[in-house]
């Protein structure tokens, strides 16, 4: 079959699609986009050389490493769940079915994921060298070794484009990329507990960095090559995931709605696990029975959340109420975990109708899985902080335990909210026009961690007794039973009105 | 709610914008019997459906179920079972697993309640292990059938049950709602296949029929 151009039919595209805009509206966007990026620039630019450039090296040789194990490891996973090769919606319904190159229809989404992946990486190698390299050192090393990151997310690019492409060992790579995220994570941890020296003295010379960073740019140059000329080989139902992905991406950023994206990567996931029915368990209530094994069925998150346990370790430094607030969020997020039945019955109550149970009945079921998580996460958690002496010691286990109600409240309320409610008024402020609706959406959940303030206190003076753990206890119990009387009924099924 | 009939709709107005839908319909299912409402595409049979289920306040007119009110209460969805709205599934939740859940909620033993005799009755014994949603939509539809029939129930509103199946379900299909009937239960459906009515044991109505107008 010949094939037809596709720069006129891309040009054609683009001029039809200029004149419905208004004159310079593309160039009005690309002001506001750019005054935007230096406005918050402006203002964050503290916090951004703190990031980015400290005024002095803070972290150990471990802390640089595991740095480097997280940000590629997770660049590559985001690389990977986001395509890396996507069309718009469009042109994934239009073009792909089209008799053009499907290398010429690629190159453009290829050239794009690579000028990001490249300044992403070279983003990540300025943050570490930033962190653990002697000032003496800036020069040719630093800018050698930021050119040797931006190539590092090239390759990483090409890899998982390649992976896109390619058969199940794609799999096995990013399983090898998690490993890498989570061995990072660990070592940061490790390195926050270990009292090494701060800084890498022994860096490699310029001379000897240049024929490494000019080795690794061969092989990218050459690899890139491999890829460029197997891109219409990437089958085509990847390239419709990825723009299906994308195009969700952008409905999520320009409706503020994040459900799209966490509905999508759900019904993504399920669909490819295979499946063995199994019989619920009969001692149980039967939704605890039932979010016990959704819960079961994701291992792999299990695991994540039990290795988040050890991440208030790397907060033991900061004080003590942004150590208690990121215990409580990741209550929270414990909880969360389990929540994906309240969610669907919350979003349509059909399924709620055929097991003619009330509001009170259900949401009462739902509470449990998630308060579980969330105690013996935050017990896990406290008790890390405890025995690494960021916290003194004290029954922080209990204090945890006592938390699995606050976080089951927050958990289920969370998933309860639906969509974005975008008919709330706006308000007016001195810095322009503020949308009411998603920043109501994004404190229902956070907003009942409140009922975790004694816990809180605790660990901001870093002292505990057991008065507190009961006051903890009680609050959290009474609070949940509020929440559950005050926004559930014995007279209705739907969950929705939480 | 023996001593009621299981559906009485009296004077029923429902429209959409300046369209008028149903126009003064009135309907009487007498309880332990069936009626199938007929009529073309766009008539109002889901609307009416949709009404006497309580999904869907009319503009006028007054519905009774078991002789009170059709709504969101639990006892209402204890005895009714709809299929007007296509369900939403739990994740990572089989065929199976929807059919146990919604049994063992109704204080049904799996086993005795016959789940996977119901899934191969519905052609679904290949099927147990998949995620509904990687369905076919008539795979999907008998799914949903299956369920409403295992759980226990009073009154079954179904809508087009016989869509999206091939002959030999339809012919099964018709031959558990005549069961059904003969159990006790009652069955309001609206269908296109008048064959499918009539061997499910329902009598046959016409939407024109229950009407004071011509919409």
């Known amino acids: 079959m010949t094939a037809v151009p596709l720069a006129p039919v891309r040009r054609w595209i683009s001029r039809t699609q200029s004149s419905h805009r208004e004159r310079g509206a593309t160039l009005s966007s690309l002001y506001v986009g750019l005054l935007s990026v230096a406005i918050i620039g402006g203002i964050l630019h503290r916090q951004l050389a703190a990031v980015f450039w400290p005024s002095a090296p803070n972290a150990s040789a471990l802390a640089g490493a595991s740095l480097v194990a997280v940000c590629y490891g997770l660049l590559y996973l985001a690389l990977r769940r986001f395509g890396p090769l996507a069309l718009s919606r469009p042109a994934a319904s239009w073009l792909l079915p089209a008799p053009v190159s499907r290398r010429r229809l690629l190159l453009p989404s290829l050239r794009i994921a690579g000028f990001t992946a490249a300044l992403l990486g070279a983003l990540a190698a300025v943050a570490i060298v930033g962190h653990v390299a002697p000032r003496a050192r800036v020069g040719d090393e630093v800018a050698l070794l930021t050119v040797g990151g931006a190539l590092i997310g090239l390759a990483l690019l090409l890899v998982a484009a390649a992976a896109q492409a390619g058969g199940r060992w794609g799999d096995a790579v990013d399983t090898i990329a998690g490993l890498a995220f989570a061995a990072g994570l660990v070592g940061l941890v490790t390195a926050t507990t270990l009292d090494s020296p701060v800084g890498v003295t022994d860096w490699p010379p310029a001379g000897t960095l240049v024929p490494v960073v000019a080795g690794v740019f061969v092989v990218v140059v050459v690899v890139l090559a491999l890829v460029v000329r197997g891109l219409a080989r990437t089958p085509s139902d990847r390239i419709l995931d990825a723009s299906r992905t994308a195009g969700t991406l952008f409905d999520t950023a320009f409706g503020v709605e994040p459900s799209f994206l966490t509905d999508m990567i759900e019904r993504r996931y399920w669909a490819r696990r295979r499946l063995r029915s199994t019989r619920l368990s009969s001692r149980l209530p039967i939704l605890i029975a039932q979010d016990l094994l959704l819960a079961v069925r994701r291992r792999r998150r299990l695991l994540w959340l039990a290795l988040a346990t050890v991440l208030p370790v790397l907060l033991g430094s900061a004080p003590g109420w942004v150590l208690g607030a990121a215990v409580l969020l990741g209550c929270l997020f414990a909880g969360l975990t389990a929540t994906g039945n309240a969610r669907t019955d919350a979003g349509n109550p059909v399924m709620l109708r055929l097991l003619g149970m009330t509001s009170r009945e259900a949401v009462f079921q739902r509470l449990w899985v998630p308060g579980v998580l969330a105690g013996v996460w935050a017990a896990l958690a406290l008790t890390a902080l405890d025995l690494l002496g960021d916290l003194p010691s004290g029954p922080w286990w209990a204090l945890g335990l006592t938390l699995g109600p606050v976080g089951a409240a927050a958990a289920v309320h969370r998933a309860r909210v639906g969509f974005v409610r975008n008919e709330l008024l706006p308000l007016d402020t001195p810095m322009g026009t503020l949308s009411t609706g998603p920043l109501v959406n994004a404190v229902m959940g956070p907003d009942l961690l409140l009922l975790g303030v004694p816990a809180w206190i605790a660990i901001g003076q870093g002292s505990l007794s057991w008065t507190t753990v009961l006051l903890q206890g009680v609050i959290g119990v009474a609070g949940a039973r509020v929440y559950l009387a005050g926004t559930t009924s014995l007279e209705r099924t739907e969950l929705s009105a939480g | ?215």
């Open chain 2, 1 to 215: 709610m023996v001593d009621h009939p299981a559906v009485e709709v009296d004077d029923l107005h429902v429209g959409y914008g300046s369209t008028p839908v149903l126009v003064g319909v009135k309907l009487t299912v007498p309880a332990g019997e069936g009626v199938c409402v007929v009529g073309e595409n766009g008539i109002g049979k889901s609307t009416l459906l949709r009404c006497v289920s309580g999904l869907q306040q009319p503009d006028q007119g007054t519905i009774r179920v078991f002789g009170g009110d059709p709504g969101a209460t639990p006892e209402f969805w204890r005895a009714v079972v709809t299929t007007v709205e296509p369900p939403t599934w739990y994740p990572g939740l089989t065929a199976r697993e929807h059919a146990e859940l919604v049994c063992r909620a109704h204080g049904q033993d799996p086993e005795e309640a016959g789940i996977d005799e119901a899934l191969e009755r519905f052609g679904l014994a290949g099927h147990t292990d998949a995620i509904p949603p990687s369905l076919s939509s008539g795979q999907k539809q008998r799914l949903v059938l299956a369920i409403a029939l295992l759980r226990p129930s009073s009154l079954l509103i179904l809508d087009e049950p016989e869509q999206r199946l091939d002959r030999e379900g339809r012919a099964d299909v018709a031959s558990l709602l005549s069961d059904y009937l003969e159990g006790g239960g009652s069955l309001l459906i609206a269908s296109h296949d008048e064959t499918f009515a009539v061997a499910s044991g329902a009598a046959i109505t016409t939407m024109e029929s229950l009407s004071a107008g011509t919409p």
